[in-house]
């Protein structure tokens, strides 16, 4: 027996032990029921961050044959199209588009006895009229996602498929367990499903509510699939055994140094487990309050500590909702690992000397929103600023400033980077919503990071009908080009400003 099933079993043994005490106090009640139709609302409907929220669920179920035959189908067709354009003279736009078109089906069993499974399909294909030829698919930004690079770049066809989604179920109402390849959101992961196929983990999570609005979550992942890859891989490290670095963790928020070869050189595993726990409550009127914790084991440990007070304004409706999200990282190994490399894989010239060899530092992150009546929108100030310490490693696409100052495609947790962002949310009919967003990022301008920029991001959904959403997307960037020094060297910054479009369509069915 290896060790991923060793750990396997003594979580679910764990879990059942604690369902068996929480069960014994009688306080929350079940609340599987079966499945029914509300009248006004399709079977599933999407959230503005392309999550999904299922109106309609399977019941429960007598015998394993009505297990399967009164499961629900889910269907989704899907198209996302890119164009993408840098800004600065000469610069090669090659890789400037792609689409891809595809979607998903899902299946989910009716539960026997408190048991059930989950089983999901994605797929992308890329329309030889608008796509990067072959040798350009290293330039292709913000499209990659619609295709699999390595897949190309080995002689593979374009497209994507993948088993998103296959998981075993355990749920009483009071502790919910899952054993299998699922979608994870939290603080540090998320499914991130904003363009063909989501971010998903091999492993075993449990959710268990401790107490009225209050619920505890424990995971362990032992391998991670990417939106762009067709096979699972490890949680954090970067390059394979070959060097190939699309065939591991190759996310935009891995750190470089963290790669296979560093690993095996510093004599550490290059394959690695993720734990995860997090405690959420409600309990206190208009607060929610959450824990966060993460680990890999050798390399990296991450708390956070978020909070967010509602406060109505008298009778009128209108509310202000200030927000704070504390991220510590703490290193457990990994700064040895990655040596004298930034997270950019470049010098840490211009660094504390303390980030050689360790992975420390914090991110600070506040928000104030004026929330309008009858959830019609919201108008938000931002405000993130890491420490000027190591970089923030976030490869899981739970983006630390997240909710906070992070546009569309920007990372904006690198040493000592402070950044502001205003945000306005509209909903102007049932139809038609639309955000804007500007922020102002000020990156420093003594380390081999980006340069300081402004960036645009407008988004707009339109419900042409109940089932079928438009999405409509556009980033600009404008950056600094400038000459800086790194140590006692002058370099230079290159102009990274772009146009970004990007336009969506969602079916659910």
Same mark, same amino acid.
């Given at each position: 027996?290896?060790?991923?099933?060793?750990?396997?079993?003594?979580?679910?043994?764990?879990?059942?032990?604690?369902?068996?005490?929480?069960?014994?106090?009688?306080?929350?009640?079940?609340?599987?029921?079966?499945?029914?139709?509300?009248? @006004?609302?399709?079977?599933?409907?999407?959230?503005?961050?392309?999550?999904?929220?299922?109106?309609?669920?399977?019941?429960?179920?007598?015998?394993?044959?009505?297990? !399967? #035959?009164?499961?629900?189908?889910?269907?989704?067709?899907?198209?996302?199209? !890119?164009?993408?354009?840098?800004?600065?003279?000469?610069?090669?736009?090659?890789?400037?588009?792609?689409?891809?078109?595809?979607?998903?089906?899902?299946?989910?069993?009716?539960?026997?006895?408190?048991?059930?499974?989950?089983?999901?399909?994605?797929?992308?294909?890329?329309?030889?009229?608008?796509?990067?030829?072959?040798?350009?698919? =290293?330039?292709?930004?913000?499209?990659?996602?619609?295709?699999?690079?390595?897949?190309?770049?080995?002689?593979? #066809?374009?497209?994507?498929? &993948?088993?998103?989604?296959?998981?075993?179920?355990?749920?009483?109402?009071?502790?919910?367990?899952?054993? =299998?390849?699922?979608?994870?959101?939290?603080?540090?992961?998320?499914?991130?499903?904003?363009?063909?196929?989501?971010?998903?983990?091999?492993?075993?999570?449990?959710?268990?509510?401790?107490?009225?609005?209050?619920?505890?979550?424990?995971? $362990?992942?032992?391998?991670?699939?990417?939106? %762009?890859?067709?096979?699972?891989?490890?949680?954090?490290?970067?390059?394979?055994?070959?060097?190939?670095? $699309?065939?591991?963790?190759?996310? &935009?928020? *891995?750190?470089?140094?963290?790669?296979?070869?560093?690993?095996?050189?510093?004599?550490?595993?290059?394959?690695?487990?993720?734990?995860?726990? @997090?405690?959420?409550?409600?309990?206190?009127?208009?607060?929610?309050?959450?824990? /966060?914790?993460?680990?890999?084991?050798?390399?990296?440990?991450?708390?956070?500590?978020?909070?967010?007070? *509602?406060?109505?304004?008298?009778?009128?409706?209108?509310?202000?909702?200030?927000?704070?999200?504390?991220?510590?990282?703490?290193?457990?190994?990994?700064?040895?690992?990655?040596?004298?490399?930034?997270?950019? =894989?470049?010098?840490?010239?211009?660094?504390?000397? #303390?980030?050689?060899?360790?992975?420390?530092?914090?991110?600070?992150?506040?928000?104030?929103?004026?929330?309008?009546?009858? *959830?019609? =929108?919201?108008?938000?100030?931002?405000? /993130?600023?890491?420490?000027?310490?190591? @970089?923030?490693?976030?490869?899981?696409?739970?983006?630390?400033?997240?909710?906070?100052?992070?546009?569309?495609?920007?990372?904006?947790?690198?040493?000592?980077?402070?950044?502001?962002?205003?945000?306005?949310?509209?909903?102007?009919?049932?139809?038609?919503?639309?955000?804007?967003?500007?922020?102002?990022?000020?990156?420093?301008?003594?380390?081999?990071?980006?340069? %300081? #920029?402004?960036?645009?991001?407008?988004?707009?959904?339109?419900?042409?009908?109940?089932?079928?959403?438009?999405?409509?997307?556009?980033?600009?960037?404008?950056?600094?080009?400038?000459?800086?020094?790194?140590?006692?060297?002058?370099?230079?910054?290159?102009?990274?400003?772009?146009?970004?479009?990007?336009?969506? !369509?969602?079916?659910?069915?």
């Amino acid at each position: 027996m290896n060790k991923e099933r060793i750990k396997l079993g003594i979580i679910t043994s764990a879990v059942l032990l604690m369902n068996t005490g929480l069960m014994a106090g009688g306080d929350i009640k079940e609340e599987i029921e079966p499945a029914k139709i509300v009248s @006004d609302k399709p079977k599933r409907t999407l959230n503005g961050n392309m999550t999904l929220n299922y109106n309609v669920l399977p019941g429960t179920a007598d015998n394993i044959h009505d297990m !399967f #035959s009164e499961g629900v189908f889910y269907g989704r067709l899907r198209t996302n199209t !890119f164009y993408w354009e840098w800004a600065a003279d000469g610069a090669n736009n090659d890789g400037a588009k792609s689409m891809g078109i595809g979607g998903s089906l899902i299946y989910k069993s009716a539960a026997l006895n408190h048991f059930s499974f989950t089983m999901g399909y994605y797929g992308s294909l890329n329309p030889e009229f608008w796509r990067a030829d072959d040798a350009d698919i =290293g330039r292709v930004k913000a499209g990659k996602d619609t295709f699999s690079r390595f897949k190309v770049k080995q002689g593979g #066809s374009y497209g994507i498929h &993948a088993l998103g989604q296959a998981f075993l179920e355990y749920n009483n109402g009071t502790v919910d367990v899952k054993v =299998g390849r699922q979608l994870f959101e939290s603080v540090f992961t998320a499914s991130n499903d904003t363009k063909m196929i989501p971010n998903t983990f091999d492993g075993v999570t449990a959710a268990i509510k401790i107490a009225p609005k209050t619920t505890v979550r424990l995971a $362990w992942f032992g391998a991670q699939k990417l939106r %762009d890859h067709e096979d699972a891989h490890d949680v954090i490290t970067f390059k394979d055994a070959n060097g190939e670095s $699309w065939n591991n963790n190759d996310d &935009a928020g *891995k750190h470089r140094g963290l790669n296979y070869n560093n690993f095996v050189a510093a004599g550490e595993d290059p394959n690695h487990d993720m734990y995860l726990a @997090d405690i959420s409550t409600k309990y206190i009127k208009n607060l929610k309050l959450t824990g /966060s914790y993460l680990q890999i084991p050798g390399v990296v440990k991450d708390f956070v500590i978020e909070a967010h007070y *509602k406060i109505p304004l008298f009778d009128s409706g209108w509310a202000v909702r200030p927000g704070i999200r504390h991220f510590m990282q703490m290193d457990d190994g990994g700064g040895v690992v990655a040596g004298d490399s930034n997270a950019l =894989g470049g010098s840490l010239a211009g660094y504390d000397p #303390s980030v050689n060899g360790s992975l420390d530092t914090n991110l600070f992150n506040a928000r104030l929103d004026i929330l309008m009546p009858e *959830k019609k =929108g919201f108008f938000r100030l931002g405000y /993130s600023k890491v420490a000027d310490e190591a @970089d923030i490693i976030a490869p899981w696409r739970g983006f630390p400033t997240g909710g906070f100052t992070r546009a569309m495609a920007q990372y904006n947790w690198f040493a000592n980077t402070e950044t502001i962002m205003l945000r306005a949310v509209y909903k102007f009919n049932p139809t038609w919503k639309a955000s804007i967003r500007y922020a102002m990022q000020d990156f420093d301008d003594n380390k081999a990071v980006p340069s %300081d #920029s402004n960036v645009i991001h407008i988004d707009t959904w339109t419900n042409i009908t109940k089932d079928l959403q438009m999405r409509m997307r556009y980033g600009h960037v404008s950056a600094d080009d400038k000459t800086f020094k790194v140590g006692s060297l002058t370099d230079y910054k290159a102009d990274w400003s772009y146009d970004e479009f990007r336009l969506e !369509f969602n079916y659910l069915f």
